[in-house]
């Protein structure tokens, strides 16, 4: 291969305009396993000090009017149209994606920010109406404080914008703590950002806080009692750690955590759509989504079928250089990644399955594989972040739902079908039992319009669309008295003695 990471985060680094200089902490870009650049790591005491200043720009952030806060977004958001190049394949370059999907990134987060915009004029609470006559009661939503933002590495910048955006409209300032595996694409953004923050009257030094490292840094975060809300996404097992640290000081966590994603392929489905389907949700970002196809759940009169086409189409995707166009398929993270995916691939033999494809092929690249199994077992119930897509049978709806729905998470689900009744009864209560549930398309590939987020142990979060900016504020019910008595709610009587 004649490209060289070094070389290419060069040019970019000029572009984005920084220099990532001396420190601890090496990012490897996976394409050649070259050192792209280094950081420092935040120390405990590091992170105590950043939030000390995100908690005194807060003082000064939360009132300013929101739709003011959404100007800032607004020139964040231009700012990243005039970077979105060198941004994406900075996200490419560090995280190995393809280069379509690291523009697709960035172009995720211009959206999120003009999303952002029109929500500073829409935050909103509602009127109730009261029992008490001459009374009014409302509901007020107000800014929370720092929300500190631990993020992964497989959307290194979209994830964290779609919390620091509507974090920023809500009057919240924002702590980051980028995944350690990805820290140039977080130092980028943080410079492009401050750059507009700088320009921006009333933005205050300490909006955004950069603290770069891994756990350590993010316990910090979890622990600090002027953290109200820890918004975290990645592994199951990091969630597990790390929400009971921040509910012992009765913090709120918003978590995004593992999924194991399924899809239903039922006899009415058009079998054209869904092959294609199929092979984005799998294969796509090497299946290194959180959204990722890992499960797929197929009739058994269209299944010799719709298998032998993929056995059919797996061995000409194309790997490699994710820059190259035409390459459908990047590397993989690192080659513990590598290792993770060879190990699930054996057990998944021991457990009975009949594996295609999945060899590694040097570096961190690895043919996806299909692996038939003839039972949800151990290893399917797991999320392994690699391109290993499970195939079982079902013969009736409930058989095919039951297996949709027997995992411990519940991110993302799909099911491929023409039948009215079929696709209702998925969307439906006694249906997909995750956050997301789609008909006639793959589990992955959301916008940014609706809420993101599951159940169950991907952790029960929200984010991005809809009403989540609402986890980013706290809510104040307001009663106010305009009469000249004052009624008790529920008729309760409580006269003083009259004098
Ligand atoms: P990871 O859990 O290894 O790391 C995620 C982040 O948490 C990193 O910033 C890491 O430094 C930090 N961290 C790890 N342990 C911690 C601890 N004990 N306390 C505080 N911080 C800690 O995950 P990853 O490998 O970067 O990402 C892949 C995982 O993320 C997959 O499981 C994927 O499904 C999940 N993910 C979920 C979503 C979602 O929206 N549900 C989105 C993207 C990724």
């Known amino acids: 291969m004649s490209f060289s990471s070094e070389a290419e985060a060069a040019r970019l680094f000029d572009r984005l305009g920084i220099t990532p200089g001396a420190g601890d902490l090496g990012s490897t870009s996976p394409i050649d396993g ?126 964290w914008a779609w919390n620091a955006c509507l974090a ?38 300490g909006l955004l806080e950069l603290v770069q490292g891994g756990r350590e840094a993010g316990e910090a975060l979890a622990d600090d009692p002027r953290v109200p809300l820890v918004s975290a996404t ?10 009971p640290r921040v509910a012992v000081r009765f913090g709120r966590t ?8 399924a899809m239903i392929v039922a006899p009415s489905a058009d079998l054209a759509l869904a092959e294609r389907a199929i092979a984005f ?40 250089n994710p820059f190259e166009s035409g390459t459908l398929v990047g590397p993989l993270i690192d080659e513990d990644a590598v290792a993770a995916m060879q190990a699930a691939l054996a057990r998944a033999k021991g457990q009975g399955g009949a594996i295609q494809g999945g060899e590694p092929i040097g570096g961190c690249y690895v043919r996806p594989a299909l692996a038939e199994m003839p039972a949800q077992s151990g290893v399917v119930i797991e999320e392994t972040f690699a391109p290993i897509l499970y195939i079982l049978r079902y013969r009736t709806l409930d058989e095919a739902i039951a297996l949709q729905n027997g995992v411990p998470q519940g991110l993302s689900s799909s099911i491929f079908t023409t039948d009215l009744r079929e696709a209702e009864t998925f969307l439906s209560a006694a249906g997909s039992d995750c956050g997301i549930a789609n008909v ?51 008729g309760v009587d409580f006269d003083l003695p009259t004098e």
């Open 34 to 159: 070259g050192l792209i650049g280094k950081v420092a790591t935040a120390s405990p005491a590091d992170v105590a000090a950043a939030v000390g200043r995100a908690q005194a720009a807060f003082q000064h952030w939360r009132m300013v009017p929101a739709p003011r806060r959404g100007e800032l977004v607004r020139r964040f958001g231009e700012a990243l149209r005039a970077h979105k190049e060198p941004l994406g394949r900075l996200v490419t370059l560090e995280c190995g994606k393809i280069l379509s999907e690291g523009l697709g990134e960035v172009q995720e987060m211009i959206d999120i920010c003009d999303f952002a915009v029109g929500l500073s004029r829409q935050l909103h609470g509602l009127t109730i109406a009261t029992e008490r006559r001459d009374h009014r009661m409302m509901e007020t939503w107000h800014p929370l404080g720092p929300v500190g933002v631990i993020s992964a590495f497989n959307f290194p910048v979209a994830v």
């Open 168 to 205: 920023l409209v809500c009057g919240d300032t924002v702590v980051w703590k980028p995944s350690e595996k990805t820290p140039l694409c977080a130092a980028a953004v943080a410079a492009i950002f401050a750059g507009v923050a700088i320009e921006f009257e009333e933005a205050p030094e």
């Open 234 to 243: 990645g592994s199951t097992r990091m969630g597990r750690a790390l929400a």
């Open 254 to 261: 918003l978590l995004e955590l593992g999924g194991n994603n």
């Open 281 to 320: 949700a799998a294969v796509g970002t090497a299946g290194q989504r959180c959204t990722s196809l890992r499960r797929l759940i197929v009739h058994d009169d269209i299944y010799d079928h719709l298998v032998g086409r993929l056995k059919a189409i797996w061995p000409g995707l194309s790997i490699g």
């Open 440 to 490: 006639n398309l793959g589990p992955s590939g959301a916008e940014i319009g609706g809420a993101f987020g599951g159940e169950k142990e991907t952790g029960g979060g929200r984010e991005s669309g809809s009403d989540s900016w609402r986890a980013y504020m706290r809510r104040a019910t307001n009663v106010v008295n305009y009469g000249r008595d004052l009624p008790l709610a529920q």
